[in-house]
């Protein structure tokens, strides 16, 4: 497993940009998929996007298409996601997860990941 870390978040007006980053402690990180999750008050937690071991395969949830873009980069042991064009509804605690076994692509469900982060919170003003 690997440890994670979140960083990033805060308060943004609508139609702003915040970037995310997770640091990533354990020697498994360049072995390991890396998603963003995010989960609103009363609701379940949700996939954002993921980004396979090497980077080569992203994958987003058609609600940030075009406005998220999850990277990384495995000399730091951190992934990133830039949020453009944010909207109220994308308010929420962010959550990174990793799968530090048996990682081949991009996974969307929580229960692929074997390791989160404690989460950050983003809120967009209307």
């Known amino acids: 497993q690997v440890q994670l870390v979140e960083s990033g978040g805060g308060l943004v007006q609508a139609g702003g940009s915040l970037r995310l980053s997770c640091a990533a402690s354990g020697r498994t990180f360049s072995s390991s998929a890396m998603g963003w999750f995010r989960q609103a008050p009363g609701k379940e937690r949700a996939f954002v996007a993921s980004i396979s071991e090497n980077g080569g395969s992203t994958y987003y949830a058609d609600s940030v298409k075009a406005r998220f873009t999850i990277s990384r980069d495995n000399a730091k042991n951190t992934v990133y996601l830039q949020m453009n064009s944010l909207e109220p509804d994308d308010t929420a605690v962010y959550y990174c997860?990793?799968?530090?076994?048996?990682?081949?692509?991009?996974?969307?469900?929580?229960?692929?990941?074997?390791?989160w982060g404690q989460g950050t919170q983003v809120t967009v003003s209307s």
């Open positions: 997860a990793a799968r530090s076994i048996g990682s081949r692509g991009v996974y969307t469900t929580t229960r692929w990941y074997d390791s």
